[in-house]
């Protein structure tokens, strides 16, 4: 086992996304386990704050859902993010820290091509204003290019996240990764959705030991295998305490971002069954 690196050494790392001002009350052996906003989609920000915060949470991706409007798609969409003010997205931010949870990653899917550089550009501006260190995005493939690009002129390293569905343009098994990435610069990686990589029928333990240096951040949920469903932590096929052993070991600058998507009764005490299932995980 790798020895346990300090936080001064942790926060060192090249490309790490942990910062100083992390709530070391979600750091678990190095770990910084937190949450995608998603998980509390059955409420606005204000109550899914307060239930991070009751939880324990201290790092967050906040999702589309609590910062852009659900009734709204396509030109319509965009047409909402190039005029929002940026002082929705500095308030957002604001509310997460004075709860003690650091916004960390923003949530900026890019599914509609095509996709102008302004509309992707703004992303970045958003993340800033927010308060964010890097993106997250479920897109085209086709569109990656042009995130490329705005990521090296501001900076940001965008996490490319995957779903579950094979088909044209998707970004789902090791291939796509590998496609997406070629002739990429740094600031280019994988936001690894554990539970969707197992359920296109991939074991995403086996991958991220040896592709790591691609990994910018996990969304942690289980499913079962052949587009199977979700499921409680610890009843699906997706190997979530081997990925956090991985990373605990040898990666710890990797956040795991619990994404409660299975359906039950009470999110709060569903979500805090997620956290405490990967809490023991980590100091198992």
């Not at 996304?17 to 409420?43: E, K």
């Not at 204000?46 to 967050?60: H, W």
């Not at 979700?230 to 305490?241: A, H, K, L």
């Amino acid at each position: 086992m790798t020895p346990q690196l300090s936080r001064r050494r942790i926060l060192a790392l090249p490309g790490a996304l942990l910062t100083a001002s992390a709530a070391d009350r979600s750091i678990f052996r190095g770990v910084a386990l937190g949450t995608q906003t998603y998980s509390f989609r059955d409420r606005p920000l204000d109550e899914a704050v307060a239930a991070m915060a009751q939880i324990g949470f201290g790092v967050c991706e906040v999702s589309g859902r609590h910062l852009e409007p659900q009734n709204l798609r396509g030109a319509e969409l965009r047409q909402w993010r190039m005029t929002a003010p940026l002082a929705h997205f500095a308030a957002a931010g604001e509310k997460l820290r004075k709860a003690g949870i650091e916004p960390r990653v923003l949530t900026y899917n890019l599914n509609l091509t095509p996709a102008s550089d302004s509309e992707i550009e703004r992303g970045f501006e958003m993340a800033r204003a927010l308060g964010a260190k890097a993106i997250s995005t479920s897109t085209k493939m086709s569109i990656v290019p042009a995130i490329d690009a705005a990521a090296k002129r501001n900076k940001m390293r965008v996490g490319l996240h995957n779903h579950s569905v094979l088909r044209k343009e998707e970004i789902t098994t090791p291939d796509d990764f590998a496609a997406a990435l070629r002739g990429r610069s740094e600031y280019m990686g994988i936001t690894l959705d554990i539970g969707h990589f197992t359920a296109a029928g991939f074991n995403p333990a086996a991958w991220l030991r040896e592709h790591h240096r691609q990994v910018f951040g996990l969304h942690v949920k289980d499913r079962k295998k052949d587009q199977g469903p979700n499921v409680p932590f610890g009843e699906g096929d997706t190997p979530i305490v081997q990925v956090l052993h991985y990373i605990r070991d040898h990666t710890p600058h990797i956040p795991a971002l619990i994404e409660y998507e299975y359906s039950a009764k009470d999110t709060v005490a569903e979500v805090r069954k997620c956290f405490d299932y990967c809490r023991h995980g980590l100091l198992s």
